[in-house]
């Protein structure tokens, strides 16, 4: 089945330990996003890649990244994670801009 | 700056119980509005809405838009304890950027 997949579900780190969070998708679609989601909070978005055009959040701080080396994978690097970047990180997929994004089923990050 | 606001926050209602949520927005060059279910994981699609006065159903859920007061409306009939879940709604924005609501948080008891 076409999905988006991510990896690991759940990833514990360490305060200023680097980490890299996966998403893959089968959907063949353009646009790849990210999104941060922390508890009862809703999804706040912090980049998207049109297929190779990175487009950043102004307000997305310089320590998150992330590099989409093929239409199937996006990765999300958060150089220094502190205690405040622990939260739910959701990868989505659109075929374009203007309609319905799949969401994989998140990545939660704990930071020590 | 974009803004959305769901109404009410949360809600507790037996089953059986209709409910209605709600979502008013201002969004610059808005171009759609998303309706989307979220438990305890991913967020998943429910419905698009692009054009006011058009009602959207699926099975006991349904939703209207009005470009011209800036809401949509979200009614679920007969609910179940399934449909406990936080529901979110996003309008989509001149950069084509979703903008997603606080949620209403749904919990049905039995």
């Known amino acids: 089945d076409a999905m988006v997949i991510q990896n690991p579900r759940y990833q514990v780190t360490q305060f200023g330990k680097p980490v890299t969070l996966s998403c893959s998708q089968t959907l063949n679609h353009n646009v790849m996003y990210w999104y941060q989601q922390k508890s009862s909070q809703a999804p706040k978005l912090l980049f998207h890649y049109y297929d190779k055009d990175f487009n950043n959040e102004a307000d997305t701080p310089d320590n998150f990244q992330s590099r989409r080396p093929n239409t199937s994978f996006c990765f999300l690097d958060i150089r220094s994670p502190g205690l405040g970047d622990a939260a739910m990180y959701l990868c989505?997929?659109?075929?374009?801009?203007?309609?319905?994004?799949?969401f994989g089923p998140g990545t939660r990050l704990t930071v020590l | 700056e974009d803004k959305v606001v769901q109404s009410p926050l949360s809600l507790v209602v037996h089953e059986g119980d209709t409910v209605t949520l709600n979502c008013s927005y201002e969004v610059t060059n808005f171009r759609s509005l998303l309706w989307y279910k979220q438990e305890k994981k991913a967020p998943t699609f429910l419905f698009m809405l692009?054009?006011?006065?058009i009602e959207k159903k699926s099975g006991r859920l349904s939703s209207i838009l009005d470009k011209k007061e800036l809401f949509s409306i979200l009614n679920i009939t007969a609910t179940q304890t399934g449909d406990s879940a936080i529901y979110l709604c996003?309008?989509?924005?001149?950069?084509?950027?979703?903008?997603f609501g606080g949620g209403t948080r749904l919990m049905v008891k039995p």
């Open positions: 989505a997929t659109s075929p374009g801009l203007a309609g319905e994004q799949f």
């Open positions: 996003a309008p989509l924005n001149a950069g084509n950027m979703l903008t």
């Open positions: 692009t054009s006011s006065g």
